[in-house]
């Protein structure tokens, strides 16, 4: 088409293209057919205006691109159009236009009478109900008279279209332009709308906490089932793996006995750290407080592993592995069941075409649009950090080894995250990550959507490690049963991670995953999931440097992009199998002119991280995002970090999902 790749086409020139395409093979030229509906219907911006080009290269799939919920993203893109339109000047509405007209026809009937030219029969859907016309005769004059009708209710016959309307306690508001005053009557009943919504939820928690209920009892039971399943292939395999712990154990402990005084002098340090780090308390030294919480820690017992060596035992952990995942298949199953049905069955509140429903309400949230502006707060404003870093300091300076940094200390973990160019761990990230979690569980309404979820990195970490064991493993005739990682489907359905659970199933109730990617061993990078797209974005702040090549990032993100589709697809449904194909997810990294860049080396975790935040709030890479500015931006990470979730820099690796039977616990 001889367009820019980086931009994507204009309508203007897929114009063009039609007239030059003649020579073209048929599914080229079913693509180009495909660009024009996707930019002269679904997005309609200005004709001159680029489309996004990542939409525009998934007409190279065109299996792929008749799966997409194009509807979906039409709305959206409607909605975010009318929101962020200026009454005061003169409009033009981007997106699938006819969607509002028909909903204009619905709300105004008198008005639809005059302009809509409604069919005979009243055919269904809505879209077809009308032929509608152009032009603007007597446009102000039909709204002035729709609006004087006066307070009227709607009719429970919903198929009519000859139905009356409430009319907005801000009439008046016809009298001055006609587009002011039909956009006003828009939001009114939009207000309407939202505000019976609310009040019909609220009416059907009741039931919906026992729809809960139910399926809870039909988890365990399913769960009691495939214990009675397994049980006899699995039963002596425990008892074995008692022996082996036991006499392991035993060899440890004769072991111990022959070291000697060397082996006591070696584990001197070890103890001395470990004291270090049971004194540090929020209160001052010699506070009774404090000691007694260093006592208690102190007397905390350790968690403890032990490793067992596959080829030292009989026990076949293939077997074991491949029974504990039908297991956990199963269950999530159930729970994806469950969210279809209920999905399926229209609520009270749906029964009209335009009332919101559990979608429209997370497309269209009510109290703030899609502008770009803040919604809940600005990332970099600092504003109280003085308070929360001094605060921070007090309780770092209270620890008796203060100014010397012992290693895995509070004194430590904190001066790393308060200094540029140190490079941050998976703690650091999953501390950052755990405060996004908990502000999206307070505050949903903060950010873009409440259908999004914030992951750690041992989330990536752990489905790259066991990449090659998915591939290995054999599908069952349906293609199901292949050997996801630890915790997939707890993942899958919210269980995962384990702080500020968000129950939510992937897919039904999740729309967008954040999380990271730790790329050569020494870099991270942030990676955006959308199931609605089925796109991955990567965000590299060495992106223009090159720091990991093209095909380094194919290679790590392949894991994701590969079994992210198989679990949707294995746990769905079989009516939704078809809305959840296997083919992998695709992926891009956005280039480095288009994102904040960190010039000097070591700060690519806090980049990370603010790329993830700043997305999620709906707000672009601001200029603030810079290397000047990093050490303003890390004390500000330290201070919530200390204050939101009470981080101490010492807390134990989450390792859930490693138990005696991971191969490579």
């Not at 001197?268 to 208690?296: L, Q």
Request: glycine fraction near 6%; include cysteine.
């Amino acid at each position: 088409m001889g367009v820019d790749v980086e931009s994507g086409p204009s309508t203007i020139e897929i114009i063009e293209a039609y007239s030059n395409c003649s020579s073209w093979s048929r599914d080229d030229r079913l693509r180009l057919e495909y660009l024009g509906i996707y930019a002269g219907f679904i997005v309609a911006t200005r004709p001159g205006l680029s489309t996004n080009v990542n939409h525009a290269r998934l007409m190279m799939d065109l299996e792929g691109f008749k799966e997409l919920p194009w509807g979906r993203i039409a709305f959206q893109h409607l909605i975010k159009s009318v929101k962020e339109k200026d009454l005061s000047k003169n409009i033009h509405i981007e997106g699938f236009v006819q969607a509002l007209q028909v909903w204009v026809y619905y709300a105004l009937p008198d008005f639809a009478a005059e302009f809509g030219e409604p069919l005979l029969n009243d055919p269904t859907p809505l879209m077809l109900a009308y032929k509608g016309s152009r032009g603007r005769k007597n446009v102000k004059a039909n709204m002035l008279k729709q609006a004087e009708a006066g307070k009227r209710s709607l009719p429970s016959d919903e198929s009519s279209r000859k139905r009356t309307f409430t009319a907005s306690a801000s009439a008046a508001s016809f009298v001055g332009d006609e587009g002011v005053g039909f956009v006003a009557t828009m939001k009114a009943h939009f207000d309407q709308c939202f505000k019976s919504l609310s009040t019909k939820m609220l009416n059907g928690f009741g039931s919906c906490e026992k729809q809960i209920k139910l399926l809870t009892d039909k988890v365990e039971s399913v769960e009691h089932a495939v214990e009675e399943l397994t049980t006899g292939s699995t039963k002596h395999t425990e008892e074995e793996v008692k022996d082996n712990v036991q006499s392991t154990q035993q060899q440890v402990t004769g072991s111990k006995k022959h070291e000697g005084s060397n082996s006591e002098k070696k584990d001197a340090p070890m103890k001395d750290n470990v004291n270090v780090g049971a004194s540090e308390s929020v209160n001052a030294p010699g506070d009774a407080k404090g000691k007694k919480a260093a006592m208690k820690e102190k007397e905390a017992p350790e968690p403890s592993f032990c490793e067992i060596d596959p080829k030292m035992c009989d026990i076949n952990f293939d077997t074991i592995a491949l029974a504990k995942n039908a297991k956990a298949r199963a269950a999530a199953q159930i729970v994806a069941q469950a969210m279809s049905a209920r999905n399926q069955q229209l609520a009270a509140t749906q029964n009209s075409h335009f009332l919101g429903n559990s979608t429209a309400k997370a497309i269209i949230p009510t109290s703030a649009s899609h502008s770009g502006r803040v919604r809940g707060y600005d990332p970099f404003d600092t504003t109280g950090v003085r308070a929360n870093h001094t605060t921070l300091m007090n309780f770092v300076k209270a620890n008796p080894a203060y100014p010397r940094r012992p290693e895995n200390s509070s004194i430590d973990w904190y001066y790393i995250l308060r200094t540029p160019k140190k490079w941050l761990a998976d703690t650091y990230m999953k501390a950052y990550i755990n405060v996004l979690r908990l502000r999206l569980s307070k505050h949903p309404e903060w950010f873009v959507s409440d259908w999004i979820c914030f992951l750690n990195s041992m989330f990536a970490t752990f489905w790259r490690r066991d990449y090659n064991d998915f591939i290995n493993s054999e599908p069952n005739e349906d293609g199901s049963g292949k050997l996801l990682p630890p915790g997939a489907y707890s993942y899958y359905t919210g269980e995962l991670p384990i702080y500020c659970q968000t129950k939510k199933t992937w897919a039904y109730e999740v729309d967008h995953l954040y999380s990271m990617l730790h790329i050569r061993g020494d870099h991270w990078v942030a990676i955006w999931v959308s199931f609605v797209m089925r796109h991955i974005t990567i965000w590299d702040s060495h992106a223009g440097t090159k720091h990991a090549s093209d095909a380094q990032i194919d290679e790590d993100v392949e894991p994701l992009a590969v079994m992210i589709p198989y679990l949707l697809q294995t746990c769905a449904p079989d009516g939704d199998k078809w809305t959840f194909p296997c083919t992998p997810l695709t992926h891009s990294r956005v280039p480095g002119t288009e994102i904040p860049q960190n010039i000097q080396s070591g700060d690519c975790g806090v980049y990370c991280l603010k790329y993830i935040e700043c997305h999620a709030l709906d707000l672009p890479f601001p200029p603030q995002l810079c290397d000047k500015n990093i050490r303003q931006i890390r004390k500000k990470m330290a201070a919530e970090i200390f204050d939101e979730i009470g981080a101490r820099g010492h807390d134990k690796l989450d390792a859930t999902g490693l138990d005696v039977y991971d191969r490579k616990a």
